[in-house]
């Protein structure tokens, strides 16, 4: 053996059992890792099933995912069962939240008054801890209407129905069938009622219906009524949806646990002096808004001097347009969605035209998926 041939294979060795040492390291490494993630997997467990606010989490979590298109995610929150009874429990409160007697009056005299101080319609933009959205007031809430799809079989977006109709504003308005959160948005839920007529009704004449609306002296309306109260009361545009929020001046969420989960919200209220407030909430991006919950909107309304509110269809629906623009970032990956539905801000309302789409529709016979 030549005697240069020693040295390389000493070299040779030492390099080998340095990649042994290191495989080695690198082997409990790992170990230690996976030992952390486990431990962290084990305390994160604990704290989610065994404390009160483990609990808290659990609960907020299911409540946000049944607000979306994964609802069917929150029985691994907190089961399957639980997760339909809580979806119970809130309708039935929803439900209950609108039977107060809503006994809020408006200064009429005082809105051409404010008018010819400020413009009709104005914008600001409100934050919080997990929000970020907008507070629109309306000083004139006569010059509100209700817009509506063009076209049968298809709802239109808002953007769409404000350029088209010549609006100033606009916020989407009621909900709306969506079988598998890929509705067309042109069936409507419940009762539309535009321009002082019953323009869509699948509820039957003497069924009864959460209503968000305005009467012909711009009193908004919200609450439980029959289709006979409605017409009595001179309603001029309304849609059907909930729950209310605000009844009297008072708040009816009573803390956010009640808050329904987090997600894109619109609300609608009024103030004393007759002004509607429009507060449109982003949400579902990271960074940006994570989204409301009803507790949050309803103390936005509060702050902002609301005596009656209550909610608006929310989610990948809310988009609020000003001034010929999107002005919030609509959850949805597609933009704006088409809608059946949406409050209007116009200058000159008596010159709107506003026909009803769906006269001579059978409820029953609208396919809320088929594409147009």
Same mark, same amino acid.
């Given at each position: ?37 486990? &431990? ?85 933009? /409100? ?30 977006? /808002? ?51 959460? $209503? ?14 029959? &289709? ?33 989960? $987090? ?43 609301? /005596? ?17 623009? $999107? ?46």
């Amino acid at each position: 053996m030549k005697p240069e041939i020693l040295p390389q294979r000493a070299a040779a060795r030492r390099q080998k059992n340095k990649k042994k040492k290191r495989k080695g390291r690198f082997g409990r490494f790992v170990l230690r890792l996976f030992i952390v993630f486990l &431990l962290a997997g084990i305390g994160g467990g604990a704290w989610l099933f065994l404390t009160p606010s483990g609990k808290d989490m659990r609960y907020l979590a299911a409540d946000t995912l049944i607000t979306t298109q994964h609802r069917h995610w929150a029985k691994y929150f907190i089961g399957e069962a639980e997760a339909q009874k809580r979806v119970a429990e809130y309708s039935a409160r929803f439900e209950q939240m609108g039977e107060e007697k809503d006994r809020h009056t408006i200064k009429l005299p005082l809105i051409s008054t404010k008018l010819q101080q400020t413009p009709l319609v104005e914008v600001e933009e /409100v934050s919080g801890r997990n929000y970020h959205g907008y507070v629109t007031i309306v000083h004139d809430p006569t010059k509100i209407r209700l817009g509506i799809p063009a076209t049968v079989g298809r709802g239109e977006r /808002v953007s769409s129905m404000v350029e088209r109709l010549g609006a100033v504003a606009g916020v989407n308005g009621g909900g709306f069938a969506d079988p598998n959160w890929n509705g067309n948005g042109f069936k409507p839920i419940g009762v539309v009622i535009s321009q002082g007529q019953l323009y869509y009704n699948d509820m039957g004449k003497n069924a009864s219906a959460q $209503i968000v609306g305005i009467d012909k002296q711009g009193k908004m309306i919200a609450g439980h009524y029959s &289709l006979s109260e409605l017409s009595k009361m001179n309603v001029q545009e309304a849609v059907t949806f909930q729950p209310r929020l605000i009844v009297n001046g008072k708040g009816l969420i009573r803390n956010a646990s009640e808050g329904w989960g $987090i997600a894109p919200r619109t609300a609608m209220g009024q103030r004393a002096d007759g002004a509607i407030i429009f507060v449109t909430v982003d949400g579902r991006q990271p960074g940006y808004s994570i989204g409301a919950n009803l507790y949050d909107m309803q103390n936005i309304l509060l702050k902002h001097g609301a /005596v009656i509110g209550a909610n608006l269809d929310g989610g990948s629906s809310t988009v609020l347009v000003k001034d010929h623009a $999107i002005v919030n970032k609509p959850s949805s990956e597609y933009g704006e969605r088409y809608l059946p539905t949406a409050f209007l801000v116009f200058e000159h309302p008596e010159t709107v035209s506003i026909p009803n789409i769906w006269a001579g529709l059978n409820p029953s016979d609208i396919d809320a998926a088929k594409k147009r």
